[in-house]
């Protein structure tokens, strides 16, 4: 029987991508407005290369565009960037439809619950802070904790021992085909991928269900508990 749900966090439990384009684009808007000289399309192409580069979740990006423009870091201009980026991202960074619903029902189950994130772990935790989900996750387990990112196995694993639970006695929930439902798969979790967050046009997600909304995932856990009862009576 399913005992724990492990889930990924950006774009699965929050609208990653939504939040990072606003704040962004709030950024430099501000940025311009202090003497960034670029038009949006150049500062927004500036910067998507940086984040091409050094990842999404490179914390100096504002400093590096700087730099790139002007070979030193204007404060005046920085500064009016990252207000206005936090600004934007406060407003922004906020739970799919039925996350919260879905995850309160999880837990009135008695279901113990794990995030599983390739992000830093300062920013997953803030993220967890911010969206007030830090209280409803047994296990949080982020980059620097096992120094691999997913589809490896150790992230997956380290999990499994947190919650004290065997493959088989969770699932997996992720956007990222190649990473989320790759390495649940490859360590016997069964797999269900979240839809509703794909960025990726993704054709075949090869997990064992799929979601469209979160919280179809209680139907799935009856579905998958059923036919794991039936299993049994036929042994």
């Not at 490179?58 to 590096?64: I, K, P, R, Y």
């Not at 920013?123 to 096992?146: G, I, K, N, P």
């Not at 088989?168 to 509703?196: K, P």
Request: charged share 25%; aromatic share 10%; hydrophobic share 45%.
């Amino acid at each position: 029987m399913i005992k724990a749900v492990i889930f990924d966090l950006d774009n699965t439990l929050v609208d990653f991508m939504r939040m990072k384009r606003q704040a962004v684009d709030a950024a430099i808007t501000a940025m311009i407005d202090a003497g960034l000289g670029l038009t949006v399309a150049e500062a927004q192409e500036r910067i998507d290369a940086i984040y091409k580069e050094r990842g999404i979740e490179f914390q100096n990006v504002f400093d590096q565009l700087l730099y790139d423009v002007f070979q030193k870091v204007d404060y005046k201009i920085l500064t009016a960037g990252i207000i206005a980026y936090r600004r934007a991202r406060e407003a922004a960074l906020v739970p799919y439809p039925h996350v919260y619903m879905t995850l309160v029902a999880l837990l009135k189950r008695g279901m113990t619950l794990a995030v599983v994130s390739d992000a830093p772990r300062r920013e997953a935790w803030l993220r967890l802070c911010y969206l007030d989900f830090h209280h409803l996750f047994d296990v949080v387990v982020t980059f620097e904790d096992t120094g691999e990112r997913k589809p490896s196995p150790a992230p997956f694993l380290r999990a499994l021992t947190l919650l004290k639970v065997t493959p088989a006695e969770a699932l997996m929930v992720g956007d990222w085909a190649e990473r989320d439902m790759v390495g649940a798969a490859q360590v016997g979790i069964t797999t269900v991928f979240a839809r509703y967050g794909d960025t990726f046009g993704t054709v075949e997600s090869h997990a064992r269900y799929e979601l469209n909304d979160v919280s179809e995932l209680l139907e799935v856990i009856d579905r998958e508990n059923a036919l794991r009862a039936r299993e049994g009576e036929r042994r």
